[in-house]
Structure formats: structure tokens, C-alpha cells
């Protein structure tokens, strides 16, 4: 289970350039979807690479599944040889998402997100309509069974009347 | 008069996209009361939630471990 309240004051803390997206940017939402990880999409550059290293090398991370008599070394030629990195930390599972489908790279779903007030800082999520494309685009059974309240959520908030 | 996100969850337009939500089995009530709440609140209620299901798996496990040893025993 991971701890919501460490992982964002680790990241936002050490000003990683990220977003926060999947089931924790659909609570922050309203949705009632039950996750028990935090996905989100951050930025390849140089400088963030070293910053995320900086956020989170102290809460032991480790690829989720890896043996644990290999050696991992959580450093910036790791994150630079891959994109996705699914991690077992401290503070729980933390799934870091150089891309995400439907939307794209760290830019693209940063022109997708909103910034909310959360422990503190101020933390960019997914929006409504940025999770209904990568859920989406995802398509699988589980992505697909948050659309009906996603589309409730973003006709509810939407100044049109439906 | 436009009415407000509230209004609408709770009294959806027949064709709409919230009534579809609710047909589909989403309780619009539970919505409701999340957007009442700030993001942090929300976030603090899926973290107690989170906690919350991981005990009763724990107590879940601990329970079927006990059940299958009192089979085992009166086996025995």
C-alpha cells in the first residue's frame, strides 16, 4: 500500500516535474475508485532525472518482482535506459510513467492537467478529460469500468447544461 | 437557471451522461459527497480506505489459516 501524503511530499518536495495520474488523480477527482499504488507521468529531462534520484534513493526503490539477490542501482543511467519504471519503495508502490497512452509524453499530459493544493504544495493531477483519454486508450476492462463515472464527473462540473 | 454540480448529480436529465453513470450502477449520492470534500480530503479518505482493506485481508488470511488448521486437525 503506498502512502499518498510521503510520496507527494518526497516529489514535490524535491521539485520533480511530474503529474499525478491513474487512480489517485481520479480521487482527487471525486471517484471512488480504490487504488492501492501512485502512477505518474514525469519529465526525461536531465536535471528532473537527478531530482526524482534525489526524491526518492532514500525510500529504497526497487523494480516491483526484481530478485532480491540482484543488484539495482536506482541511479540516472537507470531511468535514462528505460521509461516506465514500476518500483516497491518504503512508502509503497510508485509507478514513475514516461508517457502515458492516449495522451503522450510528460508534456502532453502536462498541457492535460490542473494544479490542486495537496499536503502542502502545489501538485499537478490528470484532468477529467486527460483520464478519460487514457483510460480510454488503455482499454482494458478495468480502465474501461471508470468511464461512466468519469463522464458523470466531467458533465456535473461542466458549465453547459447536459 | 444553470444549476450547479450537486443539482445535477442528484437530479439527472433522462439521456445524459450522469444517467447513463447512474443506469451503468454508479451511486451518484457517493459522488455527491466526494465533491463536497477538498483533493486532499479525498486523498486522505482513499488512504484510510487503502488501510482499511489491507487489514481485512490480513484478517481475512489469518481467519482461512485457522479454519484450515482446525480441518487438518480434525483429520488428525
Not at chain 1, 23 to 49: K, M, Q, W
Not at chain 1, 74 to 82: E, V
Not at chain 1, 88 to 114: F, M
Not at chain 2, 1 to 28: C, V
Request: aromatic share 6%; hydrophobic share 40%.
Amino acid at each position: 500500500m503506498v502512502k499518498i501524503e510521503a510520496v507527494i511530499k518526497s516529489l514535490s518536495g524535491a521539485e520533480v516535474d511530474y503529474v499525478i495520474v491513474g487512480g489517485v488523480a481520479l480521487n482527487a477527482h471525486s471517484s471512488g475508485y480504490i487504488t492501492f499504488d501512485f502512477d505518474c507521468c514525469y519529465s526525461r529531462s536531465g536535471p528532473n532525472l537527478k531530482r526524482i534520484i534525489e526524491a526518492l534513493f532514500s525510500h529504497n526503490p526497487r523494480p516491483r518482482n526484481f530478485p532480491d539477490e540482484l543488484p539495482f542501482v536506482f541511479d540516472i543511467s537507470t531511468l535514462r535506459n528505460g521509461t516506465n519504471f514500476t518500483l516497491e519503495t518504503n512508502i509503497g508502490k510508485i509507478d514513475l510513467l514516461g508517457e502515458i497512452s492516449g495522451i503522450g509524453d510528460y508534456q502532453a499530459v502536462l498541457a492535460h492537467s490542473e494544479i490542486v493544493r495537496l499536503y502542502g504544495f502545489d501538485v499537478k493531477i490528470l484532468s477529467i478529460e486527460g483520464l478519460i483519454k487514457a483510460k480510454r486508450a488503455a482499454g482494458r476492462t478495468k480502465d474501461l469500468l471508470v468511464l461512466p463515472e468519469l463522464e458523470a464527473l466531467r458533465e456535473a462540473l461542466s458549465d453547459e447544461e447536459e | 437557471m444553470k444549476r450547479t454540480p450537486e443539482e445535477k448529480l442528484l437530479n439527472p436529465r433522462p439521456g445524459s451522461k450522469i444517467a447513463a453513470a447512474q443506469e451503468f450502477g454508479i451511486d451518484l449520492t457517493l459522488l455527491v459527497g466526494q465533491l463536497r470534500l477538498t483533493p486532499e480530503e479525498r486523498l486522505n479518505e482513499l488512504q484510510s480506505a487503502m488501510e482499511s482493506l489491507e487489514d481485512f485481508a490480513k484478517q481475512a488470511k489469518l481467519a482461512r489459516k485457522k479454519t484450515e488448521n482446525k480441518w487438518s486437525k480434525s483429520k488428525l
